[in-house]
């Protein structure tokens, strides 16, 4: 149990262009589900907290016109990249938040490459 | 602000050869403190929760213990498969009903067959 996903696990993209990232919750309802952003060597970085029908709650110095962040249901959530550059090149990963446990359950990551 | 701080950063052991990883934090008030094992190029795997002083988890070579400032994680007879970046995390009461998790800077193990 507990599974969470994530689609594409790897995207090249030009410079200029959006991209957009799925998280979801397998076999659980996700109310809250989380995105952090991971640069190599380094750990784990919020980057907003996403609520199912409500507008996401981002981390102090990210852009939310740049990292939009849909959480159209229960078990799924959306990150798009708008106009990306090379240096929003990095590693996200999406979790989810069963609600009835204090654990989150973290999908697999995707690697962005921005030429 | 809840603060996270986890050594070594690197550990290299030999197969067979026990040792401990830190996590020491700083919370208003601990909700939960969490272990997770991440390999590289993949997202975290929960390992465990720990939730007051004195408690302790196991699952297979690997044991959890918690006290009010630090945790550690036990690796008993490692084999190389334990190689991978240990994460320790915690959930204050300042997270509110959001229940964000603040992460320590990982450590680092490999096991050497």
């Known amino acids: 149990g507990a599974v969470v996903s994530q689609h594409p696990s790897r995207v090249i993209c030009k410079s200029g262009t959006s991209v957009k990232i799925e998280c979801r919750s397998l076999d659980f309802q996700a109310t809250t589900m989380f995105w952090y952003r991971q640069f190599p060597k380094q750990s784990l970085m919020l980057m907003a907290t996403?609520?199912?029908?409500?507008?996401?709650?981002?981390e102090q110095g990210v852009e939310k016109d740049k990292f939009l962040i849909n959480h159209a249901s229960l078990t799924l959530s959306t990150l798009t990249v708008t106009s990306a550059h090379p240096e929003d090149s990095s590693f996200y990963i999406c979790?989810?938040?069963?609600?009835?446990?204090?654990?989150?359950?973290f999908g697999p990551g995707t690697r962005l490459t921005v030429l | 602000e809840d603060q996270v701080t986890q050594s070594p950063e690197a550990l290299r052991l030999q197969e067979g050869e026990s040792s401990s990883l830190n996590c020491s934090y700083t919370?208003?008030?601990?909700?939960?403190l969490f272990w997770y094992r991440q390999d590289p190029g993949k997202g975290p795997e929960f390992l465990f929760t720990?939730?007051?002083a004195g408690e302790e988890k196991e699952k297979e070579r690997l044991k959890a213990t918690l006290t009010k400032k630090e945790s550690f994680l036990h690796i008993t007879a490692p084999k190389p498969e334990d190689s991978a970046t240990y994460l320790c995390?915690?959930?204050?009461?300042?997270?509110?009903?959001?229940?964000?998790?603040?992460f320590g800077s990982g450590t680092q193990l490999t096991v050497l067959p």
């Open positions: 996403s609520n199912e029908g409500s507008k996401a709650t981002y």
């Open positions: 995390a915690v959930q204050g009461i300042s997270s509110g009903s959001a229940r964000q998790l603040t």
């Open positions: 919370v208003s008030g601990l909700r939960g």
């Open positions: 720990l939730y007051s």
């Open positions: 979790s989810a938040h069963p609600g009835t446990y204090n654990e989150q359950f």
